[in-house]
């Protein structure tokens, strides 16, 4: 070790405190920096673990394969695990088992349970198990209590309601098609059948057979397992059928080293005519075999920014120790100079201290940021996974070398960086000057001439009075004394070091509203993404049109069941209300436009004015008061309003895909719009609560022919027979209590008290609803004993125990409200699935916060470091300051007014820049969740001030104790030693 090494680290262990706030700041930046990636890895890996469980690990889907095809699969040397899903053929559904899949029901094979493992996900039952035989089904969960009673030649017939244990007879053909030409195409298992000329599908079935089966479960629909739009799919055990329509192959690679691979492999049959397999696009950009989906661009976004943040937070805290070093040890390598110590001796002292601090501090952030990342996963990273739906032991800490080897770089960047312009000063510090020890005070050679050029220009030099002093001073001198001119000359006079600490400060609050927006928008990504719940319990009540009675006897029963579940101990009511979907025309102005973002298709007229669909939602009296007092408005104008008055709940989520949301608000302003409750119908053909333009560009109500597939248009005119306006009085963007799931509505809603819907009835139907000729089908407000539709009323509760709960609402319901024709009652527990969201959401809080507050201790070590050594260099002239008889109260007055100059210097850009860092994480998180606002976190700027002000009167009161520890005399002869 050289003597400029020595003298490095004896100035080190001098400077104790110094050299530990340097030390911690480059530790702590580190473990941000690699606590930032390693997060990011560990979300990629378990975004792509989440992906494996509920899709599969498959990277290529073939479908609708022959024998041969199949066998060139398996034969590929590209190929290292296959999975077959045995495609038998489709049947016809009769009218009750359609709903909106199609009218057919295809039969394929599902795996075991051994041969799909990892490769491809299971479907999940809702009731019984899967298949294990050829003569065992399993249906999709929607058809379970329907009978099918269609047509025993043609269609799937069962022996009752579908229920496990049934029997379901099923004949089963191939999909074809007849071509113009005259010949015969055989269509893929879930392939869409040409239209006709009418717009009806040219398909037929051939090669017909009927088989039995038993029902053994129900099972929940997934991507996987569903036919699309020809139907809905039914799963059988292998062996069915001894020779499948085709087969869906499942396959998967490790060989695969780039996206020109996966697609070279997937088109294996495209010579041959066949189309080229289905690429899992999730899967492989997760494993970097494709573009990044919107979520992991966003998270890499906002990763990048935090990294930025942190690394100049990093260059200010560790620059501003070294420059401060540099200056407390003028004299010291003034005296080093003139003993003959070379500029690049000077220099290296410098640099070793740089080396020692990386060569203790890189190390020690490495393990503190991986320790910190395990205990932060420890602690909420299984409800972190809870939002991937995985219920095991949580989210692993993904530990990569790379992310290892560029956190500890990026921070020797950042240690050599802010050593360099600090080791060149002292390098230039000339020995006379150093001994004078005035260079902290002093204006150097461009400085000066700087000043002269703008006293030149502005025509004339100001001269400082011998007494009295300048015009500015004497204000000065009126309003804040002696102390407050002195400050000014000093902040005048050492203005490098007042830029200092103005850039520490501002840096430091920057940090913190990074930090606030961080949280700010990492909550309210959770809050757009996850699921909400009407409750812990919500209870359907449907009263079909068999029920006797009518609206109002359907109302009071309601009530009556609200009442009554809600008497139950440890049950909360939140209140019930029922919903229907009306088509709506708003004048110009009051609806965005929404079609292009949703990708529907609403008419729009030349001036403006729309015909959407939209939910109208009724909420019972009580609920509805609550909400009206809730958003402040005026209680008398919303509950039984003169004329109905409605509030229109202005926001919409609409899900592209799985992990890119767009967030809009339907409603413009406020106004008035028109309801159709009422539309006419004709044999043979019903209105789709569709409107579209027509020829001469009017709205046209779309009918449909009740056998499907065929459609015409009517002119809204004639079509609607009965319209209601509504007065639209009020936005909001806060759903009511019971109706959370609004946050994650698609449609535009408008919400209403329950006794509007019978001012609605009424004036659809003046005479009171008879229908004994009714000349409608499918109107909505057509209830009542032989009415055309079902009245469905949702009723919430919260719940202390939810299970016990459900129970005993189960045993009232059995004893009080069944028994009655055409009542159902269905009770659903979601206390476990709207736990596992509201832990998901305090975890990402928690998350944010933890990272918010070690940047925080990186800001606070900033500014203690740079306020702290800057009152300790100044102990020479403070002591001056006393000997001339400056007062205790006036020196304090001084410290004041230069630190409150520089807190609303460094206050102002810090304000800019973390504005900016705000805006930069704003349109990270809009990469995947657009259409969202931008978030200014008014809490985190005053607690940034807050923080920043403390530190500051922390540090300049730690700085004046060791400023005062030595005697005047001591001070003013040996400055800071």
């Known amino acids: 070790m050289g003597v400029m090494d020595s003298y490095a680290l004896r100035s080190m262990r001098r400077a104790r405190a110094r050299t530990i706030v340097c030390a911690a700041g480059i530790a702590l930046s580190c473990a941000l920096i690699i606590a930032i990636l390693t997060t990011a890895l560990s979300l990629d890996q378990a975004l792509c673990q989440a992906a494996e469980r509920t899709q599969g690990s498959w990277q290529v889907e073939f479908r609708d394969l022959d024998a ?157 397992w569903m036919l699309g739009d020809a139907g809905s799919l039914a799963l059988t055990g292998c062996g069915a059928i001894d020779e499948p329509v085709g087969t869906c192959v499942y396959a998967t690679s490790t060989g695969f080293s780039s996206r020109a691979a996966v ?113 932060l996963f420890r602690t909420v990273g299984a409800d972190l996974a809870s939002m991937l739906d995985d219920q095991g032991a949580g989210l692993a800490v993904a530990v990569s070398p790379w992310a290892i080897g560029i956190a500890a ?145 359907r109302l009071a029963c309601a009530e009556r069941l609200n009442r009554a579940l809600g008497a139950i101990d440890g049950v909360t009511p939140i209140g ?52 009206v007092r809730e958003l402040g408005l005026p209680e008398a104008d919303f509950v039984y309003p003169s004329h109905l008055r409605a509030i229109a709940f202005n926001l919409i989520l609409a899900a592209r895909d799985a992990e890119n949301y767009t967030r809009l608000k339907p409603f413009e302003r406020t106004g008035t719009v028109t309801l159709f409750t009422r539309f006419c119908h004709d044999d043979g053909w019903g209105f789709t609560r569709a409107v579209r333009a027509g020829a001469d560009g009017e709205p046209c109500a779309v009918y449909e022919s009740d056998s499907g597939g065929e459609q015409r248009l009517v002119p809204l005119g004639r079509a609607a027979c009965a319209t209601v306006d509504v007065e639209i009085a009020a936005l909001a963007q806060t759903p009511p209590a019971s109706r959370s799931s609004l946050l ?42 032989g009415g055309a539709s079902d009245f469905e009323t949702q009723l919430s509760f919260l719940a202390r125990d939810s299970g016990a709960a459900a129970s005993a609402m189960r045993r009232i319901v059995s004893e009080s409200f069944t028994g009655v024709p055409g009542r159902v009652v269905s009770i659903y527990d979601n206390a476990d699935d709207a736990h596992r969201e509201r832990i998901a959401s305090t975890a990402i809080r928690v998350f944010a916060s933890a990272f918010c507050a070690a940047v925080g201790l990186v800001a606070v070590a900033n500014v203690f470091n740079t306020m702290s050594t800057s009152i300790a260099m100044r102990r020479r002239e403070f002591a001056v300051l006393r000997s001339v008889g400056m007062s205790g109260r006036q020196f304090r007055r001084m410290i004041a007014l230069e630190c409150a100059s520089c807190a609303v210097r460094g206050l102002a850009g810090g304000l800019a820049v973390g504005c900016a860092a705000n805006y930069a994480l704003y349109r990270a998180l809009s990469l995947s969740v657009s259409g969202i606002e931008l978030q200014l976190p008014a809490g985190w700027l005053a607690a940034a001030a807050a923080t920043v002000v403390g530190a500051l009167a922390i540090s300049v009161a730690y700085g004046l104790g060791r400023s005062r520890a030595a005697s005047v005399i001591d001070a003013v002869r040996g400055g800071v030693g």
């Not at 088992?97 to 394929?108: D, K, M, S, V």
């Not at 025509?459 to 500015?472: E, F, H, I």
């Not at 009835?761 to 009542?784: C, E, K, M, N, Q």
């Open 68 to 224: 041969k095809q199949v066998e060139r699969v398996r034969s590929d040397p590209r190929t290292e695990r296959v999975v077959l899903v045995r495609e038998y053929g489709t049947a016809v559904l009769p009218q009750a088992g359609r709903y909106e899949r199609g009218a057919h029901l295809g039969l394929a094979s599902v795996p075991g349970a051994q041969e799909a493992a990892g490769l491809i996900a299971l479907p999940e039952m809702d009731q019984g198990r899967l298949p294990e035989g050829p003569g065992e089904i399993a249906l999709p969960a929607e058809l379970a209590g329907e009978r099918l009673s269609g047509d025993a030649q043609s269609e799937v017939t069962s022996d009752g309601r579908l229920a496990l244990g049934g029997a379901l007879s099923v004949p089963l053909g191939r999909r074809v098609t007849d071509e113009a030409a005259g010949g015969v195409r055989a269509l893929g298992f879930s392939e869409q059948a040409p239209e006709g000329e009418d717009g009806a599908p040219v398909e037929r079935l051939a090669d017909v057979k009927r088989l039995d089966f038993t029902i053994v479960g129900f099972y929940r629909t997934s991507p996987n």
């Open 263 to 375: 697609e070279s492999y997937a088109g294996m049959f495209a010579r041959h005519g066949a189309g080229a397999g289905v690429m899992h696009e999730e899967l492989l950009s997760l494993r970097g075999l494709g573009a990044p989906g919107p979520l992991m661009t966003s998270i890499a976004a906002i990763a990048a920014v935090l990294a930025v943040v942190v690394v100049v937070a990093s260059v200010s805290l560790v620059r501003t120790g070294f420059s401060v070093s540099v200056s407390e040890r003028t004299r010291e390598l003034g005296l080093l100079c003139s003993l003959g110590a070379t500029p690049r001796q000077i220099r290296r002292v410098v640099r070793v201290e740089a080396a020692l601090l990386a060569a203790a501090a890189v190390p020690a952030g490495v393990l503190v940021g991986l320790g910190a990342t395990w205990a």
């Open 409 to 553: 770089l990026i921070s020797l960047v950042v240690i050599a960086a802010s050593a360099l312009r600090p080791a060149r000063s002292a390098a230039r510090i000339s020995a006379m000057e150093a001994l004078r020890s005035t260079r902290d005070v002093r204006l150097s050679g461009a400085e000066r001439r700087r000043a002269a050029r703008r006293a030149t220009r502005r025509g004339r030099r100001r001269t400082v009075a011998s007494r009295s002093g300048s015009v500015a001073d004497r204000m000065r001198l009126r309003l804040v004394g002696v102390a407050g001119v002195i400050a000014h000359r000093n902040l005048t006079r050492s203005g490098r070091a007042a830029r200092i600490v103005a850039v520490s400060l501002a840096v430091s609050v920057a940090l913190l509203i990074s930090c606030g927006s961080l949280a700010t928008y990492a909550g309210l990504g959770a809050s757009i993404t996850a699921e909400t719940f009407d409750g812990d319990l919500v209870v359907s009540l449907t009263q079909t049109k068999e029920q006797p009675g009518d609206l109002d006897s």
């Open 576 to 627: 019930y209300g029922t919903q229907l979907s009306l088509v709506c025309r708003t004048p110009p102005g009051i609806l965005r436009h929404i079609e292009r973002q949703q990708g529907e298709e609403i008419f729009e007229a030349a001036d403006g004015s729309a015909c959407p669909a939209v939910d109208v939602m009724f909420l019972d009296d009580a609920s509805w008061a609550d909400y």
């Open 744 to 785: 994650r509505s698609t449609t535009p809603t408008l919400l209403l008290p329950l006794g509007s819907l019978r001012v609605m009835a009424a004036a659809s139907y003046p005479g009171g609803g008879d229908v004994a000729d009714a000349t409608y089908l499918g109107d909505p407000l057509l209830i009542g004993s």
